[in-house]
């Protein structure tokens, strides 16, 4: 109870504070950029314990916390703050994906990979299938005409598929869970993300009035991210093997480095460092070592990436489409749901992948929220109606998704305090 008390006056006095340097203009200014950003991740790593208490997930908290200092609430950090602290983001994006790729061991796995390709295909076209035929026929309730064209429907459909592999990494993470459950979900959640940002790019080089969006281009920069990620591992495996020293700092500092290069060679660095941890787990004895070098420093990690990410939920977005967004949302995890039961029951699975395991893919982040800016910028009035509803439907998935699929772990057994 003391500590409680004792993070519930810090959190008042930071946020004070925190109000008294935007009131005087101080936040605004470039050197005091990070020191405001300081205060604020302090803030949030307080709330996360907090609210931890209380069974939330921290990076909930973490969300919660982005989203009230972010440019729609509070407006200590404005978008373009939010803009200057983009490679912060990026580069802890690279170490969570990098991560999840290091829990993927194709040899000695403890699930069979056909099954969980099938597990996903019968996702992504069960939850495709239900969300168009829902819009198809009902469509016309929605507000603003949105769903009045098929390529509005079939966008939403595409981006209904799409999930956040960082908030399930993230919520495996913090609750150190192991099991069927887990791996099936991360597994899913990566393959079923690759396979969405292809889908996307075919959607759009047929539908976009720019027309500059190439699938063969798309499909050709996915491919060289894999392989420049391969060729990562290489060089991370030789420096565990042989170096040896200071390995959390060289892979921190190796992943910003290489991060800004991806970047700048147009590649995926999503994709580059996924498997640049698949590439050490299964090349190698030492997946479990770089792992360990990433959960060591794991806690800034997220609490960097999911701050920011609160701070970018359009909440008057939510406020204009709340009602269509909620729609969605509850469509969505119904179609998430059926797609999962029915995958599962294909593969002959047990009922928690059956039953539980569409909670981990209700987060949503970079990747839906990338999909709506494109849909925004590439077409008309629906196009603008179409990337609110969209990030509406975000900003609800990315705080309800980490909340149930902690949950799901602990029912299955599989979390830390369960098993």
């Known amino acids: 109870m003391k500590e409680k008390l004792i993070d519930i006056l810090s959190l008042t006095a930071g946020l004070t504070l925190l109000l008294f340097i935007q009131t005087k203009g101080l936040s605004e200014r470039p050197e005091s950029l990070f ?4 205060i604020a991740l302090l803030l949030a790593f307080i709330s996360g314990r907090l609210l931890n208490s209380f069974g939330l997930p921290a990076i909930t908290s973490f969300l919660l916390m982005g989203i009230l200092l972010g440019p729609y609430s509070m407006n200590v950090f404005t978008k373009e703050m939010i803009n200057e602290l983009r490679l912060i983001d990026d580069v802890a994006l690279s170490i969570i994906a990098m991560t999840a790729g290091g829990e993927i061991l194709f040899r000695g796995s403890r699930i069979c990979l056909r099954k969980v390709f099938v597990f996903v295909t019968a996702q992504v076209v069960v939850t495709f299938s239900l969300v168009f035929m829902f819009l198809y026929f009902f469509g016309g309730f929605f507000p603003g005409g949105v ?6 429907i079939i966008f939403m459909s595409v981006i209904a598929n799409a ?26 959640a990566i393959i079923k993300d690759i396979m969405i940002i292809i889908i996307f790019a075919f959607v759009l080089s047929i539908y976009s009035v720019e027309g500059d969006v190439s699938v063969g281009g798309v499909i050709v920069e996915e491919f060289l991210s894999m392989a420049a990620g391969l060729i990562l591992s290489l060089i991370i495996i030789l ?4 170096v040896k020293a200071n390995q959390g700092v060289f892979i921190i500092l190796f992943t910003i480095v290489m991060t800004g290069i991806a970047k700048n060679m147009h590649l995926n660095p999503l994709l580059v460092f996924l498997f640049a941890g698949i590439g050490v787990n299964n090349f190698s004895d030492y997946g479990h070592m770089l ?23 359009d909440l008057p977005a939510l406020k204009v489409m ?10 969505r995890a119904f179609a998430t749901f059926a797609g999962c039961w029915i995958g599962g029951t294909i593969i002959r699975e047990d ?30 009035d629906w196009g603008g109606q179409l990337q609110t509803l969209v990030l509406a439907v975000v900003a609800i998935n990315q705080i309800a998704g980490p ?16 098993l």
């Not at 020191?35 to 300081?38: A, S």
């Not at 069927?180 to 991360?186: A, E, I, Q, R, V």
């Not at 792992?291 to 609160?310: M, Q, T």
């Open 322 to 331: 709340w009602i269509a967004a909620f729609g969605i949302v509850f469509l």
């Open 35 to 38: 020191m405001v950003f300081g």
């Open 351 to 380: 009922k928690y992948i059956r039953n539980y395991s569409f909670l981990g893919f209700i987060g949503q982040a970079g990747v839906s929220i990338g999909f709506a800016k494109i849909i925004g910028a590439s077409f008309g």
């Open 291 to 313: 792992v360990k070098n990433i959960e060591d420093n794991s806690g800034i990690i997220y609490l960097v990436f999911f701050f920011i990410a609160g701070t970018v939920v």
């Open 403 to 418: 909340i149930g699929f902690k949950w799901a772990l602990k029912r299955a057994g599989e979390t830390k305090l369960s």
């Open 163 to 188: 999930k956040s592999p960082a908030t399930t990494v993230a919520v495996i993470v913090e609750t150190e869970a192991k099991g069927k459950l887990t791996d099936y979900t991360l597994t899913s």
């Open 147 to 152: 769903f009045s064209g098929l390529t509005a």
């Open 239 to 242: 420096y565990i093997k042989y």
